[in-house]
């Protein structure tokens, strides 16, 4: 099955500055590849995805980079804010077809005022 | 739109009851319904895929008997937890996924999930 890697736990940064978090992924059939901002007592909430056939995603201040070859994929958070603050999950899977994503371990995000 | 409730938002029971929980999809219909389970500050582990009018497929190691998980309409799922003890406290999180529709419909939309304590 599909095994998601996710680094680094935990990152704490300063208002304003950049956040990467890393994920990397086994299985070379997952082409859908989501990440979820859950804010402490809170449901996950998608905040951005990519799917296999685009290199590269962005939203405004959150970028996804996806390198297949190497079956590592990022997220990019610009100018960061306080309520940036959450723990992000990256996930993996199949576009299509409904079935469950992998979960990596979470980062905790600390944006410092 | 693609709001998921979940009900109870908490429970307290005594070891050796049973507790159901309730994942409603309140305006999309959902063939399937994905049941988690997270314990503090950790990540989602699928328990489960409930799918509309069959039989649920459990994650290795989920004990089926214990997590009964029934799907019997396009906005319902429950996930009743037998016999309950100490070690099943923990954040139960479902997730729903719009029914047909294209690719990007691949978002799975979480409830707010239910916190379990068994005394």
């Known amino acids: 099955g599909e095994n998601v890697e996710q680094h680094p736990s935990t990152l704490s940064v300063q208002e304003g500055d950049s956040a990467v978090i890393k994920c990397t992924y086994s299985?070379?059939?997952?082409?859908?590849f989501p990440w979820y901002k859950q804010e402490l007592g809170k449901r996950p909430q998608l905040i951005i995805d990519i799917r296999s056939n685009v290199g590269e995603k962005k939203d405004q201040r959150i970028a996804v980079t996806l390198n297949k070859t190497a079956k590592h994929f990022s997220l990019h958070i610009t100018e960061t804010q306080p309520e940036d603050s959450a723990v992000y999950f990256c996930a993996a899977g199949l576009s299509g077809s409904a079935r469950q994503l992998t979960f990596g371990s979470g980062t905790q995000l600390t944006v410092l005022p | 739109g693609a709001v998921v409730s979940q009900h109870p938002s908490w429970v307290i029971c005594k070891s050796g009851t049973s507790v159901k929980i309730e994942c409603r999809s309140l305006d999309f219909q959902a063939t399937t319904m994905f049941w988690y389970r997270q314990f503090p500050k950790q990540s989602l582990m699928l328990m489960a895929t409930?799918?509309?009018?069959?039989?649920?497929?459990?994650e290795q190691g989920v004990e089926k008997d214990k997590f009964l998980i029934n799907h019997a309409s396009l906005t319902l799922s429950t996930l009743t937890v037998t016999s309950a003890h100490p070690e099943d406290s923990s954040f139960y999180i479902c997730?729903?996924?719009?029914?047909?529709?294209?690719?990007?419909?691949?978002?799975?939309?979480f409830g707010p999930g239910t916190r379990l304590t068994v005394l």
């Open positions: 997730s729903a996924i719009l029914a047909g529709g294209p690719a990007s419909t691949d978002t799975q939309y």
């Open positions: 409930s799918n509309e009018g069959s039989k649920a497929t459990y």
């Open positions: 299985d070379s059939a997952s082409n859908y």
